[in-house]
C-alpha cells in the first residue's frame, strides 16, 4: 500500500526556534499533499494544501507566514514553523494524495510530528 | 461550524459484540466518505471508504452506512476486538475542483474501547 515518510517524530526546542517537517511519498508521486494540526483530544485540522510547483492554499486563520510550505518536488512537501513559540506546541500531520487515483482514493497519512516549544 | 460531528466522544463495547460509531454531516456537496483509526501519536489509518452514490460498503468485519438524506453515516465493527481500540475519525470530502481538491473535513474522534 501507499506510504507517506515524516520526519521528524518529536522535536523539542526553544521558543524563537524554526522548525522544518518533512513529508514524503514514497511510492507514489503526489502533487497534492495536505498539512494537518491537531490538538490534544481534538480533530485534525486542515492547515494548507501543498501542490507541487505552486503556492500553497491556506485554510482561514492559519498565517502563512508563520507556516512555511514547500513542494518543490513530487514526492516532497516541507512546513516549516517559523519563529516558534509555545502555543504553536502540537501535533503536525501530513498527508498525500496520489492524482492517478484521487476519485475515489483515500489520503495516505503520515505518523504526524509532536512539536513542543519551550 | 462543525460540518461533520462525531457526537459521541467515547464508545465501550465488549468484546466479541458490535461496534456502532457514528457520524453527522451538513454539507450537501460532500461526495466521498472514509472512516480513519488512529493511535496516539501516529497518523491516522484509513479503514474504509463509501461514495456518496452507494449507502453501503463492507470490507471484513467492517461494514459503513450512509443514509444521505438523514446525512448520516456510521461505522459497524463485528465481531469488535480489543486490538480495535482507537479514535475513530469520520472523514468527507467535498468534491469541488481546482486546487483544494481532495481535502478532508473531520468529526471530533470517537474514542474505541473494547473489553476483552
Known amino acids: 500500500g501507499a506510504v507517506v515518510s515524516q520526519h521528524p517524530s518529536w522535536v523539542i526546542c526553544k521558543s524563537g526556534t524554526s522548525v522544518k517537517i518533512e513529508c514524503r511519498s514514497l511510492d507514489f508521486q503526489a502533487t497534492t499533499m495536505f498539512w494537518y494540526r491537531q490538538f490534544p483530544k481534538q480533530s485534525l485540522m486542515l492547515m494548507a494544501t501543498s501542490n507541487e510547483g505552486s503556492k500553497a492554499t491556506y485554510e482561514q486563520g492559519v498565517e502563512k507566514d508563520k507556516f512555511l510550505i514547500n513542494h518543490a518536488s513530487l514526492t516532497l512537501s516541507t512546513l516549516t514553523v517559523t519563529s516558534a513559540h509555545p502555543e504553536d506546541s502540537s501535533f503536525y500531520i501530513c498527508?498525500?494524495?496520489?492524482?492517478?487515483?484521487?476519485?475515489?482514493?483515500?489520503?495516505?497519512f503520515g505518523d504526524g510530528t509532536r512539536l513542543s516549544i519551550l | 461550524d462543525q460540518q461533520v460531528k462525531q457526537n459521541s466522544p467515547s464508545l465501550s463495547v465488549q468484546e466479541g459484540r458490535i461496534s456502532i460509531l457514528n457520524c453527522d454531516y451538513t454539507n450537501s456537496m460532500f461526495d466521498y466518505f472514509l472512516w480513519y483509526k488512529k493511535y496516539p501519536a501516529e497518523g491516522p489509518t484509513f479503514l474504509i471508504s463509501i461514495s456518496s452514490i452507494k449507502d453501503k460498503n463492507e470490507d471484513g468485519r467492517f461494514t459503513v452506512f450512509l443514509n444521505k438524506s438523514a446525512k448520516h453515516l456510521s461505522l459497524h465493527i463485528v465481531p469488535s476486538q480489543p486490538g480495535d481500540s482507537a479514535v475513530y475519525f469520520c472523514?468527507?470530502?467535498?468534491?469541488?475542483?481546482?486546487?483544494?481538491?481532495?481535502?478532508?473535513?473531520f468529526g471530533q474522534g470517537t474514542i474505541l474501547t473494547v473489553h476483552p
Open positions: 472523514a468527507a470530502r467535498g468534491n469541488a475542483g481546482g486546487t483544494s481538491y481532495g481535502k478532508l473535513t
Open positions: 498527508s498525500a494524495l496520489n492524482p492517478l487515483r484521487r476519485r475515489y482514493q483515500p489520503q495516505h
